[in-house]
Protein backbone atom coordinates (compact mmCIF):
# COMPACT_ATOMS: atom_id res chain seq x y z
CA UNK A 1 0.00 0.00 0.00
CA UNK A 2 1.40 3.33 -1.05
CA UNK A 3 0.59 6.74 0.53
CA UNK A 4 1.98 8.67 -2.91
CA UNK A 5 -0.79 11.26 -3.63
CA UNK A 6 1.32 12.60 -6.54
CA UNK A 7 0.14 11.12 -8.95
CA UNK A 8 -2.50 12.82 -11.28
CA UNK A 9 -5.33 10.61 -10.92
CA UNK A 10 -4.85 11.10 -6.85
CA UNK A 11 -4.60 15.16 -7.33
CA UNK A 12 -7.97 15.21 -9.61
CA UNK A 13 -9.56 12.91 -6.96
CA UNK A 14 -8.60 15.35 -3.99
CA UNK A 15 -9.54 18.46 -6.32
CA UNK A 16 -13.07 16.79 -6.59
CA UNK A 17 -12.75 16.29 -3.02
CA UNK A 18 -12.16 19.68 -2.06
CA UNK A 19 -14.63 21.52 -4.45
CA UNK A 20 -17.69 18.86 -2.76
CA UNK A 21 -16.40 19.90 0.88
CA UNK A 22 -16.36 24.02 0.72
CA UNK A 23 -17.55 25.79 2.75
CA UNK A 24 -20.52 28.36 1.29
CA UNK A 25 -19.21 31.99 1.66
CA UNK A 26 -20.60 34.59 4.47
CA UNK A 27 -20.02 35.24 7.54
CA UNK A 28 -23.22 34.00 9.43
CA UNK A 29 -22.19 30.72 8.08
CA UNK A 30 -18.65 30.60 9.62
CA UNK A 31 -20.72 30.81 13.13
CA UNK A 32 -22.21 27.35 12.45
CA UNK A 33 -21.13 23.96 13.80
CA UNK A 34 -20.66 22.02 10.51
CA UNK A 35 -20.14 18.17 11.43
CA UNK A 36 -18.84 17.19 7.61
CA UNK A 37 -18.97 13.33 7.81
CA UNK A 38 -18.06 10.71 5.17
CA UNK A 39 -20.06 7.41 5.35
CA UNK A 40 -20.36 4.27 3.47
CA UNK A 41 -22.53 4.90 0.36
CA UNK A 42 -24.19 8.16 -1.34
CA UNK A 43 -27.60 9.16 0.05
CA UNK A 44 -30.08 8.42 -3.38
CA UNK A 45 -32.80 7.19 -1.90
CA UNK A 46 -35.01 9.64 1.11
CA UNK A 47 -37.59 6.71 2.17
CA UNK A 48 -36.58 5.01 4.54
CA UNK A 49 -39.37 2.35 4.66
CA UNK A 50 -39.44 1.96 0.62
CA UNK A 51 -35.89 0.67 1.14
CA UNK A 52 -33.89 -1.70 2.81
CA UNK A 53 -30.20 0.53 2.14
CA UNK A 54 -28.44 0.90 5.38
CA UNK A 55 -27.50 4.27 4.07
CA UNK A 56 -31.65 6.00 3.52
CA UNK A 57 -31.98 4.23 7.39
CA UNK A 58 -29.31 6.61 8.46
CA UNK A 59 -30.51 9.72 6.68
CA UNK A 60 -34.34 8.34 7.96
CA UNK A 61 -32.96 8.26 11.61
CA UNK A 62 -31.79 12.01 11.18
CA UNK A 63 -35.23 13.83 9.61
CA UNK A 64 -37.66 11.24 11.71
CA UNK A 65 -38.21 9.50 14.99
CA UNK A 66 -39.63 6.36 16.03
CA UNK A 67 -42.40 5.44 18.80
CA UNK A 68 -39.79 3.32 20.47
CA UNK A 69 -35.35 2.91 20.42
CA UNK A 70 -34.16 -0.34 21.25
CA UNK A 71 -31.03 0.40 23.65
CA UNK A 72 -27.73 -1.20 23.14
CA UNK A 73 -29.00 -4.47 24.90
CA UNK A 74 -31.68 -4.26 22.29
CA UNK A 75 -34.95 -3.58 24.85
CA UNK A 76 -37.38 -1.56 23.77
CA UNK A 77 -37.23 1.87 25.65
CA UNK A 78 -40.02 4.87 24.67
CA UNK A 79 -38.66 7.84 22.05
CA UNK A 80 -41.77 9.48 21.15
CA UNK A 81 -44.55 7.83 23.04
CA UNK A 82 -44.59 9.32 26.75
CA UNK A 83 -46.74 6.17 28.17
CA UNK A 84 -47.74 3.48 27.41
CA UNK A 85 -49.90 0.67 28.87
CA UNK A 86 -50.52 -3.18 28.45
CA UNK A 87 -53.52 -4.94 29.01
CA UNK A 88 -53.30 -7.89 31.12
CA UNK A 89 -54.21 -10.27 28.44
CA UNK A 90 -51.37 -8.67 26.49
CA UNK A 91 -53.97 -8.25 23.57
CA UNK A 92 -54.31 -4.63 23.67
CA UNK A 93 -51.41 -2.38 23.70
CA UNK A 94 -52.32 1.65 24.36
CA UNK A 95 -49.66 4.63 23.12
CA UNK A 96 -49.49 8.19 24.62
CA UNK A 97 -46.99 10.69 22.39
CA UNK A 98 -45.34 12.84 24.32
CA UNK A 99 -46.17 16.43 24.30
CA UNK A 100 -45.23 18.81 22.10
CA UNK A 101 -43.94 17.02 19.03
CA UNK A 102 -44.00 18.37 16.14
CA UNK A 103 -42.53 17.88 12.62
CA UNK A 104 -40.02 20.21 10.67
CA UNK A 105 -42.99 21.75 8.82
CA UNK A 106 -44.40 23.21 12.38
CA UNK A 107 -47.41 20.84 12.21
CA UNK A 108 -48.30 18.77 15.31
CA UNK A 109 -47.36 14.83 15.26
CA UNK A 110 -50.99 13.13 15.45
CA UNK A 111 -52.35 9.48 16.36
CA UNK A 112 -53.41 9.66 12.89
CA UNK A 113 -49.70 10.22 11.44
CA UNK A 114 -48.61 7.53 13.58
CA UNK A 115 -51.22 5.01 12.85
CA UNK A 116 -50.90 5.96 9.27
CA UNK A 117 -46.79 5.47 9.25
CA UNK A 118 -47.04 2.30 11.07
CA UNK A 119 -49.56 0.71 8.42
CA UNK A 120 -47.23 1.68 5.85
CA UNK A 121 -44.01 0.37 7.30
CA UNK A 122 -46.35 -3.08 7.90
CA UNK A 123 -47.05 -3.67 4.72
CA UNK A 124 -43.22 -2.93 3.28
CA UNK A 125 -41.04 -4.38 6.12
CA UNK A 126 -40.17 -8.00 7.36
CA UNK A 127 -40.29 -7.28 10.71
CA UNK A 128 -43.82 -5.31 10.57
CA UNK A 129 -45.34 -7.76 8.45
CA UNK A 130 -44.67 -9.99 10.47
CA UNK A 131 -45.94 -7.92 13.84
CA UNK A 132 -49.19 -6.65 11.41
CA UNK A 133 -50.28 -10.42 10.79
CA UNK A 134 -50.98 -10.25 14.44
CA UNK A 135 -52.67 -6.65 14.23
CA UNK A 136 -56.67 -6.77 14.32
CA UNK A 137 -56.65 -3.30 14.30
CA UNK A 138 -55.40 0.29 15.52
CA UNK A 139 -57.27 3.04 16.51
CA UNK A 140 -57.45 6.94 17.46
CA UNK A 141 -58.60 7.05 20.98
CA UNK A 142 -57.97 11.28 20.47
CA UNK A 143 -54.80 13.52 18.73
CA UNK A 144 -51.92 11.73 20.95
CA UNK A 145 -52.95 8.46 22.13
CA UNK A 146 -54.24 5.26 20.01
CA UNK A 147 -54.67 1.62 20.56
CA UNK A 148 -53.11 -1.15 18.76
CA UNK A 149 -54.97 -4.35 19.27
CA UNK A 150 -54.96 -7.99 18.60
CA UNK A 151 -55.59 -11.19 17.89
CA UNK A 152 -52.98 -13.00 19.73
CA UNK A 153 -50.57 -11.91 22.99
CA UNK A 154 -47.29 -11.57 20.02
CA UNK A 155 -44.18 -11.22 21.93
CA UNK A 156 -42.40 -8.73 20.00
CA UNK A 157 -44.08 -5.73 20.05
CA UNK A 158 -41.71 -3.21 21.15
CA UNK A 159 -38.97 -4.59 19.84
CA UNK A 160 -40.49 -4.55 16.42
CA UNK A 161 -41.06 -0.71 17.08
CA UNK A 162 -38.06 0.05 17.95
CA UNK A 163 -35.65 -2.23 15.98
CA UNK A 164 -32.19 -0.62 14.54
CA UNK A 165 -31.49 -2.35 11.52
CA UNK A 166 -33.41 -1.55 8.46
CA UNK A 167 -35.88 -0.93 7.65
CA UNK A 168 -36.78 1.39 11.01
CA UNK A 169 -40.50 2.08 11.82
CA UNK A 170 -40.06 6.11 11.39
CA UNK A 171 -43.44 7.93 11.46
CA UNK A 172 -43.97 10.45 8.53
CA UNK A 173 -46.86 12.70 8.21
CA UNK A 174 -50.25 11.19 7.12
CA UNK A 175 -50.12 12.59 3.92
CA UNK A 176 -46.82 10.94 2.95
CA UNK A 177 -47.63 7.71 4.94
CA UNK A 178 -51.08 7.27 2.83
CA UNK A 179 -47.82 6.85 -0.11
CA UNK A 180 -48.28 3.36 -1.29
CA UNK A 181 -45.76 1.16 0.23
CA UNK A 182 -44.06 0.06 -3.03
CA UNK A 183 -43.96 3.93 -4.10
CA UNK A 184 -41.31 6.00 -2.57
CA UNK A 185 -42.15 8.89 -0.65
CA UNK A 186 -40.01 12.11 -2.08
CA UNK A 187 -40.57 14.30 0.76
CA UNK A 188 -38.60 14.34 3.64
CA UNK A 189 -40.95 15.93 6.95
CA UNK A 190 -40.46 14.23 9.54
CA UNK A 191 -40.28 15.12 13.45
CA UNK A 192 -36.46 13.96 14.29
CA UNK A 193 -33.48 15.79 14.99
CA UNK A 194 -32.66 16.90 12.13
CA UNK A 195 -34.40 18.24 8.90
CA UNK A 196 -32.98 17.54 5.25
CA UNK A 197 -32.46 20.77 2.68
CA UNK A 198 -33.50 19.35 -0.29
CA UNK A 199 -32.55 22.46 -2.42
CA UNK A 200 -28.77 21.48 -1.39
CA UNK A 201 -28.95 17.94 -1.76
CA UNK A 202 -26.62 16.68 -4.52
CA UNK A 203 -26.55 13.29 -5.17
CA UNK A 204 -23.32 12.19 -5.89
CA UNK A 205 -21.64 14.54 -3.92
CA UNK A 206 -23.53 15.91 -0.33
CA UNK A 207 -26.56 15.65 1.29
CA UNK A 208 -27.19 18.49 4.00
CA UNK A 209 -29.46 18.60 7.13
CA UNK A 210 -29.55 22.01 9.60
CA UNK A 211 -31.45 21.08 13.31
CA UNK A 212 -35.19 20.87 13.02
CA UNK A 213 -36.46 23.85 15.08
CA UNK A 214 -39.09 21.80 15.88
CA UNK A 215 -38.05 18.85 17.60
CA UNK A 216 -38.41 18.09 21.23
CA UNK A 217 -35.99 15.75 22.73
CA UNK A 218 -36.73 13.44 25.71
CA UNK A 219 -36.90 15.08 29.39
CA UNK A 220 -34.59 14.97 31.63
CA UNK A 221 -31.63 14.45 29.19
CA UNK A 222 -31.39 10.51 29.04
CA UNK A 223 -27.77 9.10 28.21
CA UNK A 224 -28.38 7.69 24.81
CA UNK A 225 -27.62 4.20 23.78
CA UNK A 226 -28.07 2.86 20.25
CA UNK A 227 -31.70 4.38 18.82
CA UNK A 228 -32.67 5.02 22.57
CA UNK A 229 -32.08 7.96 24.86
CA UNK A 230 -32.39 11.71 24.46
CA UNK A 231 -31.43 12.34 20.65
CA UNK A 232 -29.63 16.12 20.91
CA UNK A 233 -28.89 17.72 18.16
CA UNK A 234 -24.63 18.69 18.60
CA UNK A 235 -24.11 20.63 15.31
CA UNK A 236 -25.82 23.24 13.56
CA UNK A 237 -25.33 21.38 10.07
CA UNK A 238 -24.49 18.16 8.85
CA UNK A 239 -23.00 17.61 5.22
CA UNK A 240 -22.81 14.10 4.24
CA UNK A 241 -19.83 14.06 1.78
CA UNK A 242 -19.49 11.50 -0.91
CA UNK A 243 -16.02 10.10 -2.01
CA UNK A 244 -16.12 6.96 -2.94
CA UNK A 245 -12.59 6.35 -3.22
CA UNK A 246 -11.29 5.70 0.29
CA UNK A 247 -7.76 6.77 0.06
CA UNK A 248 -9.03 10.25 -0.79
CA UNK A 249 -11.39 10.13 2.26
CA UNK A 250 -8.63 9.32 4.77
CA UNK A 251 -6.79 12.46 3.29
CA UNK A 252 -9.77 14.27 3.84
CA UNK A 253 -10.36 12.84 7.65
CA UNK A 254 -6.32 13.16 7.91
CA UNK A 255 -6.15 17.12 6.42
CA UNK A 256 -9.02 18.24 8.24
CA UNK A 257 -11.30 18.52 5.49
CA UNK A 258 -13.98 16.48 6.85
CA UNK A 259 -14.81 15.56 10.57
CA UNK A 260 -15.75 12.01 10.87
CA UNK A 261 -15.28 8.65 8.48
CA UNK A 262 -18.21 5.93 8.94
CA UNK A 263 -16.53 2.93 7.25
CA UNK A 264 -12.43 3.08 7.04
CA UNK A 265 -10.81 0.55 4.54
CA UNK A 266 -8.79 -1.48 7.28
CA UNK A 267 -5.78 -1.14 4.97
CA UNK A 268 -5.73 2.17 6.10
CA UNK A 269 -6.16 1.66 10.18
CA UNK A 270 -2.68 1.89 10.96
CA UNK A 271 -2.40 4.99 9.30
CA UNK A 272 -5.36 6.78 10.64
CA UNK A 273 -4.58 4.90 14.00
CA UNK A 274 -1.09 7.02 13.95
CA UNK A 275 -2.54 10.72 11.96
CA UNK A 276 -2.06 13.62 14.82
CA UNK A 277 -5.89 14.07 16.11
CA UNK A 278 -7.63 11.24 14.70
CA UNK A 279 -8.79 8.88 16.82
CA UNK A 280 -10.51 4.87 15.91
CA UNK A 281 -13.95 3.78 18.15
CA UNK A 282 -15.23 0.67 18.08
CA UNK A 283 -18.97 0.55 17.54
CA UNK A 284 -20.04 -2.53 19.76
CA UNK A 285 -19.59 -6.04 20.93
CA UNK A 286 -21.17 -7.70 18.10
CA UNK A 287 -19.62 -7.74 14.26
CA UNK A 288 -21.02 -4.97 12.61
CA UNK A 289 -21.50 -6.83 8.76
CA UNK A 290 -22.91 -9.49 7.68
CA UNK A 291 -22.26 -10.42 4.70
CA UNK A 292 -25.13 -12.13 2.00
CA UNK A 293 -25.68 -13.25 -1.09
CA UNK A 294 -28.98 -13.47 -2.41
CA UNK A 295 -30.29 -15.60 -5.12
CA UNK A 296 -33.82 -14.64 -6.75
CA UNK A 297 -36.29 -17.72 -6.13
CA UNK A 298 -38.60 -17.00 -8.41
CA UNK A 299 -36.79 -17.58 -11.13
CA UNK A 300 -34.58 -20.43 -13.08
CA UNK A 301 -32.18 -21.75 -12.01
CA UNK A 302 -32.43 -21.04 -8.86
CA UNK A 303 -36.72 -21.74 -8.41
CA UNK A 304 -35.00 -25.60 -7.78
CA UNK A 305 -33.50 -25.76 -4.51
CA UNK A 306 -30.85 -28.54 -5.37
CA UNK A 307 -29.51 -25.55 -7.27
CA UNK A 308 -29.60 -23.02 -4.68
CA UNK A 309 -27.32 -25.85 -2.52
CA UNK A 310 -24.92 -26.18 -5.36
CA UNK A 311 -23.90 -22.45 -4.28
CA UNK A 312 -23.07 -23.17 -1.05
CA UNK A 313 -20.04 -25.32 -2.41
CA UNK A 314 -18.53 -21.94 -4.28
CA UNK A 315 -17.98 -20.20 -0.85
CA UNK A 316 -14.56 -20.19 0.40
CA UNK A 317 -15.54 -17.56 3.30
CA UNK A 318 -11.58 -16.66 3.72
CA UNK A 319 -11.32 -15.36 -0.25
CA UNK A 320 -14.58 -12.89 0.49
CA UNK A 321 -13.49 -11.76 3.83
CA UNK A 322 -9.53 -11.04 2.69
CA UNK A 323 -10.88 -8.99 -0.16
CA UNK A 324 -12.80 -7.06 1.55
CA UNK A 325 -11.12 -6.45 4.94
CA UNK A 326 -7.85 -8.19 4.82
CA UNK A 327 -6.95 -8.03 8.23
CA UNK A 328 -7.93 -10.87 10.68
CA UNK A 329 -8.68 -9.39 13.79
CA UNK A 330 -11.62 -7.85 12.34
CA UNK A 331 -13.44 -10.53 10.67
CA UNK A 332 -15.25 -13.50 11.46
CA UNK A 333 -15.63 -17.20 9.50
CA UNK A 334 -19.51 -17.60 10.68
CA UNK A 335 -20.73 -20.44 9.07
CA UNK A 336 -24.47 -19.85 10.19
CA UNK A 337 -27.25 -17.47 9.32
CA UNK A 338 -27.69 -16.08 13.27
CA UNK A 339 -24.77 -13.96 14.25
CA UNK A 340 -21.88 -15.56 15.74
CA UNK A 341 -20.74 -14.49 18.86
CA UNK A 342 -24.25 -13.86 20.17
CA UNK A 343 -26.20 -15.65 22.69
CA UNK A 344 -28.51 -17.52 20.51
CA UNK A 345 -25.31 -18.56 17.63
CA UNK A 346 -25.85 -22.32 16.77
CA UNK A 347 -24.52 -24.89 14.48
CA UNK A 348 -27.58 -25.76 13.58
CA UNK A 349 -27.46 -26.53 9.65
CA UNK A 350 -23.88 -25.49 9.28
CA UNK A 351 -22.52 -28.41 7.60
CA UNK A 352 -23.81 -27.81 4.68
CA UNK A 353 -21.91 -24.12 4.28
CA UNK A 354 -18.26 -25.51 4.98
CA UNK A 355 -17.82 -28.17 1.88
CA UNK A 356 -16.18 -25.79 -0.30
CA UNK A 357 -16.11 -27.97 -3.49
CA UNK A 358 -16.44 -26.03 -6.55
CA UNK A 359 -16.34 -29.13 -8.95
CA UNK A 360 -19.78 -30.73 -6.90
CA UNK A 361 -21.39 -27.47 -7.27
CA UNK A 362 -21.22 -27.40 -11.00
CA UNK A 363 -22.37 -30.87 -10.74
CA UNK A 364 -25.35 -30.24 -8.44
CA UNK A 365 -26.45 -27.37 -11.14
CA UNK A 366 -26.58 -30.28 -14.05
CA UNK A 367 -28.82 -32.28 -11.96
CA UNK A 368 -31.03 -29.41 -10.69
CA UNK A 369 -31.59 -29.14 -14.95
CA UNK A 370 -28.96 -26.38 -15.53
CA UNK A 371 -27.50 -26.48 -18.84
CA UNK A 372 -24.96 -23.36 -19.18
CA UNK A 373 -27.47 -20.58 -19.44
CA UNK A 374 -26.30 -17.26 -18.28
CA UNK A 375 -27.09 -16.09 -14.67
CA UNK A 376 -27.04 -12.65 -14.10
CA UNK A 377 -25.15 -11.03 -11.49
CA UNK A 378 -26.12 -7.50 -10.56
CA UNK A 379 -22.64 -6.23 -9.69
CA UNK A 380 -21.73 -3.06 -7.59
CA UNK A 381 -19.29 -0.95 -8.76
CA UNK A 382 -18.99 1.67 -6.08
CA UNK A 383 -19.36 0.00 -2.48
CA UNK A 384 -16.26 -0.50 -0.32
CA UNK A 385 -17.45 -3.99 0.46
CA UNK A 386 -20.06 -4.87 -1.67
CA UNK A 387 -17.93 -4.54 -4.44
CA UNK A 388 -15.32 -6.69 -3.82
CA UNK A 389 -17.32 -9.51 -2.20
CA UNK A 390 -19.13 -9.59 -5.35
CA UNK A 391 -15.77 -9.90 -7.74
CA UNK A 392 -14.53 -12.81 -5.82
CA UNK A 393 -18.10 -14.32 -6.19
CA UNK A 394 -17.77 -13.72 -10.34
CA UNK A 395 -14.14 -15.21 -10.43
CA UNK A 396 -15.59 -18.40 -8.50
CA UNK A 397 -18.29 -18.70 -10.44
CA UNK A 398 -16.36 -18.93 -13.70
CA UNK A 399 -13.74 -20.95 -12.62
CA UNK A 400 -16.33 -23.32 -11.50
CA UNK A 401 -17.60 -23.22 -15.58
CA UNK A 402 -20.57 -21.28 -14.44
CA UNK A 403 -21.91 -18.62 -17.52
CA UNK A 404 -22.58 -15.56 -15.84
CA UNK A 405 -24.57 -12.55 -17.50
CA UNK A 406 -22.21 -9.53 -15.27
CA UNK A 407 -24.02 -6.31 -15.53
CA UNK A 408 -22.29 -3.45 -13.62
CA UNK A 409 -24.11 -0.72 -12.08
CA UNK A 410 -23.56 1.97 -8.80
CA UNK A 411 -24.99 0.61 -5.82
CA UNK A 412 -27.85 2.97 -5.88
CA UNK A 413 -29.17 1.35 -9.27
CA UNK A 414 -28.61 -2.13 -7.62
CA UNK A 415 -30.91 -1.26 -4.96
CA UNK A 416 -33.74 -0.05 -7.70
CA UNK A 417 -33.08 -3.14 -10.34
CA UNK A 418 -33.27 -5.76 -7.00
CA UNK A 419 -37.02 -4.99 -6.34
CA UNK A 420 -37.69 -6.63 -10.17
CA UNK A 421 -39.96 -9.80 -9.97
CA UNK A 422 -39.29 -10.21 -14.07
CA UNK A 423 -37.04 -12.51 -15.49
CA UNK A 424 -33.46 -11.42 -15.74
CA UNK A 425 -34.09 -11.27 -19.88
CA UNK A 426 -37.21 -8.74 -19.34
CA UNK A 427 -34.88 -6.70 -16.32
CA UNK A 428 -34.66 -8.77 -13.81
CA UNK A 429 -32.30 -10.78 -11.88
CA UNK A 430 -30.47 -14.33 -10.54
CA UNK A 431 -28.03 -12.76 -7.93
CA UNK A 432 -26.75 -9.66 -6.14
CA UNK A 433 -24.33 -9.10 -3.05
CA UNK A 434 -25.26 -6.85 0.07
CA UNK A 435 -24.92 -6.95 3.50
CA UNK A 436 -27.14 -6.45 6.89
CA UNK A 437 -26.62 -5.64 10.38
CA UNK A 438 -24.75 -7.91 13.22
CA UNK A 439 -26.99 -6.77 15.82
CA UNK A 440 -30.34 -7.16 14.44
CA UNK A 441 -29.14 -10.62 12.81
CA UNK A 442 -29.03 -12.08 16.27
CA UNK A 443 -32.94 -11.94 16.39
CA UNK A 444 -34.90 -14.48 14.49
CA UNK A 445 -37.80 -12.09 14.34
CA UNK A 446 -35.65 -9.17 13.79
CA UNK A 447 -33.19 -10.63 11.13
CA UNK A 448 -35.88 -10.08 8.17
CA UNK A 449 -33.31 -11.51 6.22
CA UNK A 450 -33.70 -14.89 7.43
CA UNK A 451 -37.46 -14.43 6.33
CA UNK A 452 -38.99 -16.59 3.69
CA UNK A 453 -42.86 -14.42 3.54
CA UNK A 454 -42.91 -15.46 -0.45
CA UNK A 455 -43.92 -12.25 -2.44
CA UNK A 456 -44.11 -10.24 1.03
CA UNK A 457 -40.60 -10.77 1.75
CA UNK A 458 -37.60 -9.41 0.71
CA UNK A 459 -35.59 -8.99 -2.68
CA UNK A 460 -35.27 -12.68 -3.54
CA UNK A 461 -38.53 -13.88 -2.17
CA UNK A 462 -37.73 -17.20 -0.53
CA UNK A 463 -41.21 -18.41 -0.07
CA UNK A 464 -41.49 -21.30 2.75
CA UNK A 465 -43.92 -22.26 5.66
CA UNK A 466 -41.88 -23.76 8.22
CA UNK A 467 -39.19 -20.65 8.23
CA UNK A 468 -42.16 -18.51 9.00
CA UNK A 469 -43.92 -20.61 11.47
CA UNK A 470 -40.76 -21.02 13.42
CA UNK A 471 -40.14 -17.65 13.17
CA UNK A 472 -43.00 -17.04 14.75
CA UNK A 473 -43.04 -19.45 17.48
CA UNK A 474 -39.97 -17.49 18.62
CA UNK A 475 -41.91 -14.69 19.35
CA UNK A 476 -44.52 -16.99 21.67
CA UNK A 477 -41.80 -18.73 23.05
CA UNK A 478 -41.73 -17.79 27.02
CA UNK A 479 -37.76 -19.25 28.25
CA UNK A 480 -34.79 -18.49 26.76
CA UNK A 481 -34.11 -23.08 26.53
CA UNK A 482 -36.94 -23.00 24.15
CA UNK A 483 -36.18 -19.69 22.48
CA UNK A 484 -32.67 -21.28 21.62
CA UNK A 485 -33.81 -24.61 20.94
CA UNK A 486 -36.32 -22.73 18.14
CA UNK A 487 -33.47 -20.59 16.85
CA UNK A 488 -31.40 -23.89 16.33
CA UNK A 489 -34.15 -25.09 13.88
CA UNK A 490 -35.08 -22.01 12.30
CA UNK A 491 -31.00 -21.70 11.03
CA UNK A 492 -31.39 -25.44 10.28
CA UNK A 493 -34.44 -25.11 8.06
CA UNK A 494 -33.18 -21.65 6.43
CA UNK A 495 -30.46 -22.82 5.57
CA UNK A 496 -31.48 -25.79 4.09
CA UNK A 497 -33.63 -23.73 1.72
CA UNK A 498 -30.72 -20.87 1.10
CA UNK A 499 -32.83 -18.10 1.71
CA UNK A 500 -29.72 -16.67 1.65
CA UNK A 501 -25.84 -17.29 1.47
CA UNK A 502 -23.26 -15.80 4.24
CA UNK A 503 -19.88 -15.00 3.40
CA UNK A 504 -18.66 -13.94 7.35
CA UNK A 505 -19.34 -10.92 9.35
CA UNK A 506 -16.65 -8.32 10.18
CA UNK A 507 -16.44 -5.07 11.91
CA UNK A 508 -14.54 -1.28 10.75
CA UNK A 509 -14.04 0.71 13.72
CA UNK A 510 -15.08 4.63 12.80
CA UNK A 511 -12.91 7.43 12.57
CA UNK A 512 -13.15 10.52 13.95
CA UNK A 513 -11.29 14.05 14.69
CA UNK A 514 -10.90 13.71 18.14
CA UNK A 515 -9.53 16.98 18.30
CA UNK A 516 -12.98 18.44 17.34
CA UNK A 517 -15.72 16.37 17.94
CA UNK A 518 -17.35 14.94 21.83
CA UNK A 519 -20.28 12.75 22.60
CA UNK A 520 -20.24 10.08 19.30
CA UNK A 521 -22.52 7.58 20.41
CA UNK A 522 -21.54 3.85 19.00
CA UNK A 523 -23.67 1.85 17.39
CA UNK A 524 -23.68 -1.39 15.84
CA UNK A 525 -25.26 -1.16 12.36
CA UNK A 526 -26.96 2.41 11.54
CA UNK A 527 -24.49 4.75 12.39
CA UNK A 528 -26.14 7.77 15.03
CA UNK A 529 -25.09 11.31 14.05
CA UNK A 530 -27.11 12.86 16.82
CA UNK A 531 -25.32 13.63 19.65
CA UNK A 532 -21.83 14.68 18.03
CA UNK A 533 -20.80 18.12 19.45
CA UNK A 534 -18.14 20.55 17.94
CA UNK A 535 -15.43 21.20 20.25
Known amino acids: MTTNFTSRIARAALAAAALALAAPPGAALAQEKVLKAVLHADVRVIDPIWTTQTIANIHGMLVYDTLFGNDVNMVPKPQMVGKYEISADKLTYTFTLRDGLKFSDGSAVTSKDAIASLQRWGKKDGVGIRLFSFVDKMEAVDDKTFKMMLKQPYGMVLESLGKTNSSVAVIMREKEAQTDHNTQVKESIGSGPFMMLKDQWVPGSKAVYVKNPHYVPRPGNEPPSSFAGSKIAGVDRIELIWIADSQTAMSALINGEVDFYENPGI?????????????????????????????????????????????????????????????????????????????????????????????????????????????????????????????????????????????????????????????????????????????????????????????????????????????????????????????????????????????????????????????????????????????
Open 267 to 535: DFLPILAKARGVKLMKTGDLDGTHGMIRLNHLHPPFDNVKARQAMYHLINQEDFLRAIVGDAEYYRVCHGLITCGSPLANDGGSAMLKDYNPKKALQLLKEAGYKGEPITILATTDHNTITPATQVLIQAMREAGINLDVQSMDWGSVVSRRAKKEPPAQGGWNIFITTTGGVGSANPVLHTWIGAACDKGLFGWPCDAKIEELRNAYAFAQTDEEKKKIARELQTRAIEQVVYIPFGQWSTPLAYRADRLEGIVPNTGLTVLWGIRKK
